[in-house]
């Protein structure tokens, strides 16, 4: 792997947090997308942006005072978070954003909408995450929001990321934004001038595969990297679901003496995000 993709420090102030669910909503703003830029072999049929990692940065130095507060006092967050009835991942990471987005003294955005459908008579033609106005531009913008995990294999190409579900792929991800998701030019009487992809949670490199000359550098690479692979490792304790986020200030679990398949988290800091898969994928 091209040493580039490999920090010795990232920028991930969540980790200075102790209360679990105020560090997953740091997670959830301080950390960058886990790409930098769209992929040339995505064909691009409606045009979206990507926020670098210095937005998120700036999100996440305007916000630091009320996460520290929240992280003595996190009733706001706990009562905000009750609402969500689903155990999906994906969709805590929504609500976490929304709880950001509805302090709007810390940001300069306009909450429009958020799960907005658009409705054909009968048909729906698709939802729209969160509509914003920033009040900087004075622009309506399209955020779409999602957390992914995605193991490489094969070449490296789109269609070889694979998430949790096979089914799951990088490449179909991408394909639904731009085919499907920022598809719409008005909502009601919002005419929308900026659309924005929000794609953060992890990528994991095969451990056998560490070295390559593969063009990977739509990967952002102050986004740290996990490895993936389905030998054990010593040392490593298995994370729970929400710890995938971000994991607890104080380990959730001792030391794995039986392995399952899942997210580890090792003591060292290179590499130490370790996804264990107990049937090796096929790649080549």
């Known amino acids: 792997m091209p040493i580039s993709l490999f920090m010795n420090e990232y920028f991930e102030p969540w980790l200075k947090f102790k209360q679990p669910s105020v560090r997953q ?4 703003l301080a950390s960058p997308n886990i790409i930098k830029s769209i992929p040339d072999e995505l064909s691009i049929n409606y045009n979206f942006d990507l926020h670098m990692p210095h937005f998120w940065q700036t ?4 916000y630091q005072q009320r996460l520290l ?5 996190p009733e706001p967050l706990f009562d905000f978070l009750n609402q969500l009835k689903s155990t999906r991942l994906g969709l805590r990471f929504e609500y976490l954003l929304w709880f950001w987005l509805q ?6 955005y306009q909450l429009l909408g958020h799960s907005i459908q658009k409705i054909d008579h009968a048909k729906t033609l698709g939802e729209l995450d969160f509509l914003l106005l920033n009040t900087n531009t004075n622009e309506i913008e399209h955020w779409e929001v999602a ?4 193991l490489g294999e094969a070449d490296f190409t789109l269609p070889f990321w694979f998430g949790l579900n096979r089914d799951d792929t ?12 920022f598809q719409f030019k008005q909502v009601d009487h919002h005419v929308i001038q900026k659309r924005y992809a929000v794609l953060k949670g992890q990528l994991y490199l095969p451990e056998s595969f560490l070295e390559t000359t593969m063009n990977l550098d739509w990967i952002e690479p102050q986004r740290q990297l996990g490895q993936w692979g389905s030998q ?7 994370l729970t679901r929400h710890e995938w986020l971000c994991p607890n200030h104080v380990p959730s679990s001792s030391q794995a003496k039986w392995w399952t398949n899942g997210l580890y988290k090792g003591p060292y800091h290179f590499a ?11 790649y080549k």
Do not use: G, V, W
């Open 147 to 150: 957390l992914k995990y995605y």
């Open 232 to 238: 054990i490792r010593p040392d490593y304790y298995r």
């Open 170 to 181: 990088l490449s179909k991800k991408l394909n639904h934004f731009t085919q499907r998701q």
């Open 69 to 73: 507060r929240l992280d003595q006092h």
């Open 272 to 282: 130490q995000y370790y996804m264990y898969r107990q049937h090796l994928m096929t």
């Open 25 to 28: 909503l740091a997670f959830c």
């Open 59 to 62: 999100q996440f130095i305007a």
């Open 103 to 108: 302090d709007h003294e810390y940001h300069p």
